[in-house]
């Protein structure tokens, strides 16, 4: 029993300390200070079946407050079943800087796409984000500025969901600024561990040079490209915290949709070989599973209960303490109110969606991935 009270103790000790320093490192992220004025931009797409997305995000580009002679757009198209390639075709017939890329037979997903998109693309920077994002006027002028300084090789930029009524919205938003803020405070210390997809630059040169997409994993294009990089350019990896780099995106419209998105996004992790990344996803998920054992026993057996209730608590006043600031930087203080339903729901989501990463297949863009 004491050997018991001792692991969750010194569990709870690096839970607080670790998010501690994440806080401190939140505010000390650092902003870009000088204008780049000489790279150019390949800003990447990879779309399938996004007919109902293509378009707006193509005119969100091309109404950029940026050089229009320093820049390009590049959307591959994953063998579309609907009338995305039609629309991009009509788009590009309009506009001399959009550049339409398909696939072959015997290439799909989206490593393969980006991988073939920056195969045509003219710039030093390539800056990604999905047909499905909202992106503002400044967005390239604001995370490309971070790249005049040459030792800067990549950029992790902030990503948000659009403002959704329901509690169901209010529990994924939260879920998802505390994953964005999570990996921008984790660069911040230095020790870069995960980022999104939808927003997120690096240098093309890198890329090429690091041979970016060397593993078999479906998803992962994002965090095993910073993997990457961490490896060589440790100190070269940076996250913009500027309200301008924001991009916008849609939360899942169900239980179904969204328990599926993350089983994706959790299959890659037992492909993880960053020593850091391993040891927060060890650290988070004993953390939650402690807890929820903890719940189950003091069901069967009332003397567990306050060992659970410290234990909860302890990561309740972490979280709080750790999410406030993010939440400002994002306007999203309303939220504060949904942390502690979060911290609830959240122990006992994140063992279920570890167990299924490793045991169930899902589904993405019409295609069924088996692990």
Not at 165 to 178: C, D, R, V, W
Not at 217 to 230: A, C, E, N
Not at 231 to 253: E, H, L, M, N, R
Not at 306 to 325: S, W
């Amino acid at each position: 029993m004491y050997i018991l009270y001792l692991f969750l103790s010194l569990l709870a000790l690096w839970y607080f300390s670790v998010f501690l320093f994440y806080r401190i490192a939140w505010n000390k992220i650092p902003n870009a200070t000088n204008q780049n004025d000489k790279d150019f931009v390949s800003v990447m797409v990879a779309c399938r079946n996004e007919q109902d997305n293509i378009s707006h995000i193509i005119q969100k580009v091309k109404m950029q407050n940026f050089d229009k002679n320093r820049f390009e757009m590049i959307v591959v198209n994953d063998h579309s079943t609907d009338s995305t390639l039609q629309i991009l075709e009509k788009e590009a017939a309009i506009w001399d800087k959009l550049k339409v890329v398909c696939l072959n037979e015997g290439e799909e997903g989206k490593k393969s796409a980006i991988e073939k998109g920056i195969s045509f693309a003219k710039g030093d920077i390539i800056l990604c984000t999905d047909a499905d994002c909202y992106v503002g006027r400044n967005w390239i002028a604001t995370i490309v500025n971070y790249f005049s300084n040459e030792n800067i090789k990549m950029v992790s930029a902030p990503v948000l969901f659009e403002n959704k009524k329901g509690i169901f919205q209010q529990l994924q938003a939260l879920e998802f600024l505390s994953l964005i803020g999570s990996g921008a405070a984790a660069i911040g210390r230095g020790k870069s561990i995960f980022c999104n997809g939808a927003n997120l630059a690096y240098r093309k040169s890198v890329f090429l040079e690091l041979n970016a997409f060397d593993n078999n994993t479906v998803s992962g294009d994002d965090v095993f490209l910073m993997h990457h990089i961490k490896q060589k350019y440790a100190s070269g990896i940076v996250f913009a915290k500027k309200k301008d780099a924001i991009v916008k995106t849609s939360c899942q419209p169900n239980i179904k949709a969204f328990i599926n998105q993350r089983k994706r996004w959790a299959a890659k992790s037992s492909s993880y070989k960053d020593f850091d990344t391993i040891t927060i996803s060890i650290l988070v998920f004993l953390m939650n599973i402690s807890i929820a054992t903890l719940f189950v026993l003091s069901l069967l057996n009332m003397q567990w209960l306050v060992v659970f209730f410290t234990l909860f608590f302890v990561k309740y006043i972490t979280d709080y303490l750790f999410l406030l600031p993010v939440l400002k930087f994002f306007r999203k203080r309303n939220l504060a109110f949904w942390i502690l339903p979060f911290e609830i729901f959240y122990c006992f989501y994140i063992v279920l969606i570890v167990i299924l990463s490793f045991t169930n297949s899902f589904e993405w863009k019409g295609r069924t991935h088996k692990k």
